[in-house]
């Protein structure tokens, strides 16, 4: 079974309309990726960074990126300071440290958007490997 959901007319043409028809199984799937994201970004907007690892590994990098503006400092050289997990790649406090320069200053709150959206992108490609193996259109 098909449904139809969206009935768009054409952008230069009045005439033309467009008829997207998708299974009820797809629509399913859907509208339960769209509630995982919904959930996802109300847990990133209404909870600061509070484990561990996110305020004293990658936020802490993340501020004083944010505050020298450059990987080149004593904070991350100098062997005898204070290095939470080393080996750790520096590209997630990076990003935040990026979204921080966007901010104009340091948000706890607003700064995990940026998992929010590796989620989605992540949803997005499981839907499309889904859609391409299971939902033949």
């Not at 952008?11 to 309309?17: A, I, S, Y």
Request: aromatic share 20%; glycine share 2%; net charge positive.
């Amino acid at each position: 079974k098909t449904c139809n959901i969206f009935k768009i007319k054409g952008f230069f043409t009045k005439t033309k309309t467009f008829l997207i028809k998708i299974s009820i199984s797809e629509l399913t799937f859907i509208i339960f990726m769209i509630l995982l994201c919904l959930i996802m970004l109300s847990v990133c907007l209404l909870m600061p960074m509070y484990t561990w690892d996110s305020r004293a590994t990658w936020g802490f990098k993340a501020k004083i990126l944010f505050h020298k503006q450059t990987i080149f400092t004593e904070d991350f050289l100098d062997p005898y300071r204070y290095h939470p997990n080393t080996p750790y790649p520096i590209l997630i406090p990076l990003v935040e440290n990026f979204f921080y320069n966007m901010l104009g200053k340091p948000d706890d709150y607003l700064v995990k958007i940026i998992f929010a959206l590796f989620y989605i992108d992540l949803l997005l490609l499981l839907y499309i490997t889904q859609k391409k193996y299971f939902f033949n259109s």
